[in-house]
């Protein structure tokens, strides 16, 4: 080999884009063990998280349903009746049950997961595992409520009669992306409300907007096409008609907004990896 290739081998090495996929590559291999041989704590935080929030609840689990149900009959009567809002020839209440369902999965673990790591500052300060495990957790522990709701969901469809078709193998894709993008975000925002606290504020008000920016009380077809493009840079979008798909066969999916909604989700994922991975050393120093 000549002494130019050499030279110039260096200098690609050198690059920052190289440098990125080598600081990346370094991160998986040392983070992913880490984390399969702490999978009996995830699960042990995750259990807690659940009895945390139904201790002295006097209606329990049944949270999980009230919440998106009363959500639907109040979007029902002034979306759906009031405003003859469309539902491409679905029932309203079930159109908006099926979007509510992950809606209120994200947002509820989200506004959790984004306080996990002050919340424990003590266990934080005191022993070392793997930080990400708490905003996991909180991902985790929230299934147990979307698993409630997608059971009261096949209720409210045996009520009006729908049968899903072979679409439902888009349903566990569905919750994979689900579950994808709410723990790159929880990731990305837990970590950044140890060095800034205003983000508990800030999560609330995003959560309120996203509402309205997310197909949950509307079709991905009542928007413009021209405007359909943003309204696929909000992952959650491309995932929620992944779910309407998957329980009605007659459902049309847009594959350009599903596929740039993917590609949203995962970079979301990638962006809160890091930044987690890159910030949790200064945790317990912070916090």
């Not at 945390?52 to 109040?74: D, H, S």
């Not at 698993?147 to 009520?159: E, H, Q, R």
Request: charged share 15%; aromatic share 14%.
């Amino acid at each position: 080999m000549s002494k130019a290739s050499i030279v110039t081998q260096e200098r690609e090495s050198s690059t920052p884009i190289h440098q990125s996929r080598a600081e990346l590559r370094t991160m998986t291999g040392e983070w992913l063990p880490e984390l399969w041989r702490s999978r009996e704590l995830l699960y042990f935080l995750a259990w807690r998280d659940v009895k945390v929030r139904y201790k002295q609840a006097a209606l329990g689990a049944a949270w999980a349903i009230i919440q998106p149900l009363f959500a639907m009959l109040i979007f029902t009567f002034f979306f759906g009746r009031l405003a003859n809002m469309p539902s491409d020839g679905i029932p309203y209440s079930l159109f908006c049950f099926c979007a509510l369902v992950p809606w209120t999965y994200f947002s509820g673990t989200l506004g959790q997961a984004s306080n996990s790591l002050v919340s424990n500052t003590n266990l934080i300060t005191k022993v070392y595992f793997p930080r990400v495990l708490l905003p996991a957790a909180s991902t985790v522990s929230g299934l147990l409520d979307f698993a409630i709701g997608s059971a009261f969901l096949v209720v409210l469809m045996a009520y009006y009669g729908v049968r899903p078709g072979w679409t439902l193998v888009l349903w566990p894709l569905a919750v994979l992306n689900m579950l994808v993008v709410t723990l790159g975000a929880s990731m990305f925002f837990a970590g950044l409300n140890v060095r800034y606290r205003d983000v508990k504020y800030v999560i609330p008000f995003l959560i309120q907007l996203g509402l309205f920016v997310t197909p949950v009380i509307y079709p991905a077809s009542f928007v413009p096409a021209r405007l359909r493009p943003l309204l696929a840079l909000n992952p959650l979008s491309g995932i929620i008609e992944m779910f309407r798909a998957s329980l009605f066969p007659q459902r049309h999916l847009d594959l350009q907004l599903v596929a740039i909604s993917l590609v949203t989700t995962f970079l979301i994922f990638a962006i809160g990896a890091v930044y987690f991975r890159n910030s949790e050393k200064t945790f317990a120093d912070i916090i």
